[in-house]
C-alpha cells in the first residue's frame, strides 16, 4: 500500500533489467500462465513494487514472482516479510464474507494487483473502499462470471449507498476504485461485456459518491481518484458500448471527459476521446469519429506514448474509411504504422495494455473491410487471429468473426465457414452482443451458399445457437 514510508524497492528494478515495465508486466501475465495463475499485471503495478508502494504481494503474485526468480524468496525480491506488513489482526467487525470472497479470489490468483486481502497500514478498511469491493465483488447475476470470481453464482445482498457526510479520503479509497477498473477490464478479456455490464455500474456509482463526498489527504491522492473514477466511467462505457447500448455508452464517456477535463488529466481524456470515437463509428457517425480521435491526439500529444498517438491513427482511419475517403484513410493506417513500429514506452496508460501487434491488424483490417477490400481484411484479420493469445478469449472471438466476415464477403465461402465455426465453440465463454451481432451478418452473407456442406453445416449450428441465446 501507498506510504509516506515507501522506500524503493531496487532490489527488483535490478531483475527488471533492461525491460521496459509494460514489456516486464507481459512477463510476468506469461509467468503466471505457465503455473496456471491468472494476474492482471501491468506497466502501473510494475512501477508501484518499485517504488515501494507494494511491500509484499499478493499470495498470486508470490507464487509467480518466486516461479519467474527460482531460489530466491521474496525478500531477495526486495519485498518484506509478510509478517511484518500484514501482522496486526483487522477489527472483528471487519471479518465479513467480502474479506472471505477477497481472500479466496487471492489463492485463486484472480485477485487484482495491489488490492486483494489488503487493509490499512491501522488494520482498517474504509467504509467506502468495502462498498466498493462488495459492489463489484458480492454481485453476480450471471453465473459464469460469479463463478470467475469464487462466488458459485450467489447474488449479492443490495449494495447500501456510501454515506455523504464529508470524510478524509486516503489511499484505501483510491485502491479499491482502481481495482475495480482492473477487475472489470480481467472480466470483460474473459467474458466479454453483457454478463457484467449491470453489476459493474455500482461501483461506479460509489466512486462517484466519493468525489462528490470525500476529503482527499493529499493532492496526489485527488489526481488518482479522479484518474480512477474518470476510468472506471470509461470501462462502464465500454461494456455498454460492447453489449449494444450506445447510448449509455455515449454518457459513461461524456461523464469520464468531464471528469478528466476537471482533474486536467490529459491520460484519461484521450482515452475517453479514444473510445468516443469509436462509438461514434458504431453508431453512424463517422464525421464525428474523425473529430473526437483528432481531439484525443491533441490531448495525447504530450504524454510520450507513441503507441497512444498510433491507436487514436487508427481510430481516425476507421472513420475516414467509413466515409470512403481512401487517401486521408491510408494516411492515418500508415502514421499508426509508423507510430507502433517505435514501440512500448513507460509513458504508456495502462489501460492500454490490449493494444499489440494483433489489435493493430485488427484495426487495419476494419478499415479495409469499410473500403470494400475484402482479400486485404481477410489477410490481416487473420493475421490477428494467428498473433492473439488464446487467454484473452474475448478478443479471440472478435478476431475470428472479423476473419469470417471478411472471408464470406472475399468469396471464400468454406473459409468463412469455418472461421464461423471457430466463433461458435468460443460463446459459452464470450457474452458479447457485438459478436453475435456480427456472426449473424456473416450467417446472412452465406446464406446463398447453403448448399455446400460446411457451409450448411455452419449455418445449421448458427441458427441451433440462436434459438437457444
Known amino acids: 500500500m501507498a506510504s509516506s514510508r515507501a522506500v524503493p524497492n531496487l532490489a527488483f528494478r535490478r531483475l527488471r533489467a533492461r525491460r521496459s515495465p509494460g514489456e516486464f508486466a507481459a512477463a510476468v501475465r506469461r509467468a503466471a500462465r505457465e503455473i496456471g495463475e491468472q494476474v492482471a499485471c501491468d506497466a502501473r503495478y510494475i ?16 507464487r509467480v514472482f518466486l516461479h519467474m526468480f527460482p531460489g530466491l524468496t521474496l525478500e531477495d525480491l526486495g519485498f518484506a516479510p509478510r509478517e511484518h506488513v500484514r501482522g496486526r489482526a483487522p477489527r472483528a467487525t471487519m471479518t465479513t464474507a467480502t474479506d472471505r470472497v477477497a481472500a479466496v479470489n487471492g489463492r485463486n490468483g484472480t485477485g487484482s494487483p495491489g488490492v486483494t486481502g489488503e487493509t490499512g497500514e ?20 450471471v453465473t459464469v462470471v460469479a463463478a470467475s470470481l469464487g462466488l458459485g453464482g450467489t447474488a449479492a445482498a443490495a449494495v447500501p449507498t456510501p454515506r455523504r457526510t464529508p470524510r478524509l479520503v ?28 449491470r453489476q459493474a455500474a455500482q461501483p461506479l456509482r460509489a466512486a462517484y459518491a ?7 489527504a493529499r493532492q496526489s491522492t485527488a489526481d488518482r481518484l479522479h484518474a480512477g473514477a474518470g476510468e472506471l466511467s470509461i ?14 455508452a455515449r454518457s459513461h464517456y461524456a461523464e469520464a471527459l468531464a471528469t478528466a477535463r476537471m482533474a486536467n488529466d490529459p491520460e484519461v481524456e484521450a482515452h475517453a476521446f479514444a473510445n468516443t470515437s469509436f462509438l461514434a463509428k458504431d453508431s453512424g457517425r463517422y464525421r464525428e469519429a474523425v473529430r473526437t480521435a483528432q481531439a484525443g491526439r491533441r490531448a495525447a500529444r504530450h504524454l510520450a506514448s507513441p503507441r497512444l498517438l498510433s491507436l487514436l491513427a487508427l481510430r ?20 499508426a504504422h509508423r507510430l507502433f513500429d517505435r514501440g512500448p514506452s513507460d509513458a504508456d496508460p495502462e489501460w492500454m495494455s490490449f493494444f499489440g501487434e494483433p489489435e493493430l491488424e485488427s484495426q487495419v483490417a476494419l478499415c479495409h473491410a469499410a473500403l470494400g477490400d475484402w482479400s486485404r481484411a481477410a489477410r490481416h484479420a487473420h493475421r490477428a487471429t494467428a498473433l492473439q493469445n488464446p487467454h484473452f478469449v474475448r478478443n479471440l472471438a472478435l478476431y475470428r ?43 446472412r452473407v452465406l446464406l446463398p451458399q447453403r448448399r455446400l456442406p460446411e457451409v450448411g453445416a455452419f449455418l445449421d449450428r448458427h441458427g441451433s445457437t440462436s434459438s437457444r441465446a
Not at 512501477?47 to 508470490?62: D, F, K, L, M, S
Not at 486516503?170 to 455490464?197: K, N, P
Open 401 to 443: 468473426v472479423e476473419l469470417a466476415t471478411d472471408l464470406a464477403r472475399a468469396g471464400a465461402p468454406d473459409e468463412a465457414a469455418a472461421a464461423g465455426h471457430q466463433v461458435l465453440d468460443l460463446l459459452d465463454v464470450v457474452q458479447s452482443s457485438r459478436i453475435h451481432t456480427r456472426l449473424a451478418a456473416t450467417a
Open 47 to 62: 512501477g508501484r513494487v518499485e517504488a515501494g508502494e507494494i511491500r509484499c504481494p499478493n499470495y498470486a503474485y508470490e
Open 210 to 216: 466519493l468525489l462528490d463526498s470525500g476529503t482527499p
Open 170 to 197: 486516503g489511499d484505501a479509497e483510491v485502491m479499491a476504485v482502481e481495482a475495480a477498473v482492473r477487475r472489470i477490464r480481467l472480466l470483460d478479456d474473459r467474458h466479454g461485456a453483457d454478463g457484467i455490464y
Open 122 to 141: 491501522n488494520g482498517e478498511t474504509s467504509e467506502e473502499s468495502d462498498v466498493l469491493r462488495r459492489a463489484f465483488m458480492t454481485s453476480g447475476p
Open 235 to 248: 470501462s462502464v462505457g465500454w461494456l455498454a458500448h460492447d453489449s449494444g447500448r450506445f447510448d449509455d
Open 316 to 335: 481516425e482511419a476507421a472513420g475516414w474509411a467509413k466515409l470512403g475517403e481512401r487517401t486521408d484513410c491510408e494516411q492515418s493506417l500508415s502514421r
